[in-house]
């Protein structure tokens, strides 16, 4: 009889009969608009996750790293490296609703607005028939423990096997999320690399993209997520910043909770009273280095929930609790070592998909940091595909965004309850950055209000975003409500 379809897309993997009546129509869409070849309906499964990584090897995506168990290296194309700041929009009906509006002339630097109107134009002129050739991937996927009150549930369509596996790494996916689901509203991903087949351009490093026209576009009424041309990181796996942060800090804004940019972590005196605090921190500040931190000081223990981002509600006895809606870690790699994160190094070795890294010619891989880890006569791949890669060579072995992908469970310290439904109790706010130069402080005379003004005054290093430009804005460095004797 053959497989089934959806609207005469044939289906390789799954049943529709299993998807809920609202999914079943957001599949049906999107294969009317995007035209592919085949669906894929994603269970989460482990021998699913086998079929990906046989996928992305059979399409040059990525190469075998023997050195490790089950890990793989992605090499991406020069132009698709990191998060695309300036082509990233929140749309809504009135700009005040999304970003300041600055006086006339101004040009504004704190996030970029684009009309519903021209949002429907700009996807009418990207993403038609731009999956042809293509497997269209329905990746379902809980942010947050399944079920949790606090958690949310979202649907990706992608045409790209990386990111389903990515994904799969990164959050709660599976049909499984569908039981809790069932004819509710979720938020619906949309993502393509934005390389129909027969490609009209070289492919570089076998990574489909479109620089030229890559949009990530927030829809925060109705949330939705578009994002077309990049298949990087944060521009394609839409739970990371686009859902977690962007549609959902709209969400809470709705619901009355917060979806920020913070570490989790859980710290126990020697007493053995543990408290919770969350950190806020920019990105590549020290997020993940600090929430694995191990304690210089006897007898206290570091426990990590999370080291990116928290969903945080007031339950009802008043109690401010957070969790973890990731599943992963999503970590720079350069600059990580034994001696800056040795519980990253414990982790990362095992069921991650590292990207823009160097590789070495005994099957592991190498990045600026890793020096005093490389062994005699063994040779370095850069990311870039230059061999017999040198410090001499003038420029870096590994990007400067240059990743790995890794499960929430390989952390050594994870928290006994970084999966608790009901979240964590919070008992401080730490806020801060990563300073490109020190600040004098004189110790002599300081105060409460040198210390406002001397955390007021630090300004933070360039974030993780493709620009690279440093972004300068004033950081103030508290803690509130914490005592952990």
């Known amino acids: 009889m053959g497989n089934p379809k959806i609207d005469n897309t044939e289906v390789v993997h799954g049943d529709p009969q299993e998807l809920p009546k609202k999914v079943l129509e957001f599949v049906s869409e999107i294969a009317q608009l995007c035209q592919p070849d085949k669906i894929w309906l994603c269970d989460g499964s482990e ?5 990906f990584t046989r996928l992305m090897l059979e399409e040059n995506l990525v190469v075998n790293l023997p050195k490790y168990e089950n890990c793989v290296l992605a090499r991406t194309n020069p132009q698709d490296v990191a998060r695309m700041e300036s082509k990233t929009y929140i749309c809504t009906e009135v700009k ?21 109107k021209q949002l429907d134009e700009e996807i009418k002129y990207r993403f038609p028939g731009c999956m042809k050739g293509r497997t269209l991937y329905i990746l379902p996927f809980s942010m947050g423990p399944i079920g949790s009150p606090i958690s949310h549930i979202g649907v990706q369509a992608s045409d790209s096997v990386y990111v389903a596996a990515s ?16 004819d509710k509203d979720f938020v619906k991903c949309i993502h393509s690399v934005g390389v129909p087949l027969p490609a009209q351009k070289p492919i570089i490093n076998n990574w489909p993209c479109d620089p030229e026209k890559t949009m990530v576009a927030h829809k925060t009424k109705t949330n939705e997520i578009w994002s077309y041309g990049s298949g990087y990181g944060g521009n394609s796996l839409l739970g990371k910043k686009c859902f977690s942060l962007r549609i959902g800090s709209a969400i809470a804004r709705r619901e009355g909770w917060l979806a920020e940019h913070m570490l989790i972590v859980g710290i126990t005196n020697p007493q053995g009273v543990k408290k919770y605090i969350v950190g806020a921190f920019p990105s590549q500040c020290g997020k993940t280095n600090l929430a694995m931190l191990t304690s210089p000081i006897p007898g206290y223990k570091i426990e990590c929930v999370g080291d990116d981002i928290a969903w945080m509600r ?44 160097a590789k070495t010619s005994d099957g592991g891989v190498f990045w600026e940091g890793l020096e005093n880890d490389l062994k005699a006569h063994v040779s370095i791949t850069a990311w870039t595909g230059e061999k017999n890669w040198t410090r001499d060579s003038g420029k870096p072995a590994a990007h400067p965004n240059a990743r790995f992908c890794t499960p929430l469970v390989n952390c050594p310290i994870l928290d006994p309850h970084w999966n608790s439904p009901e979240g964590v109790p919070i008992s401080a ?19 409460w209000k040198h210390g406002v003004y001397a955390g007021a005054s630090v300004s933070s290093e360039a974030t993780s975003a493709a620009e690279y430009k440093v972004h300068r804005f004033s950081i103030l460095v508290c803690c509130l409500a914490l005592s952990i004797e």
């Open 47 to 51: 021998d699913e996750n086998k079929d």
């Open 96 to 116: 005040r609703e999304a970003i300041p509006e600055p006086k006339p002339g101004v040009k504004g630097t704190l996030g970029n607005w684009m009309s519903l």
């Open 167 to 182: 994904m799969r790494i990164m959050t709660r996916m599976g049909k499984n999320v569908y039981k809790v689901l069932g």
């Open 314 to 357: 007031f339950d009802e006895n008043g109690v401010l609790r957070a969790i973890n809606p990731e599943f992963g870690f999503f970590g720079v790699c350069p600059g990580t070592n034994h001696h800056t994160n040795p519980v990253a190094m414990d982790m990362i070795f095992k069921n991650t998909i590292f990207t823009n890294v």
């Open 429 to 447: 706010i730490l806020f801060g950055g990563r300073r490109p130069e020190g600040i004098p402080l004189i110790y002599e005379t300081r105060s």
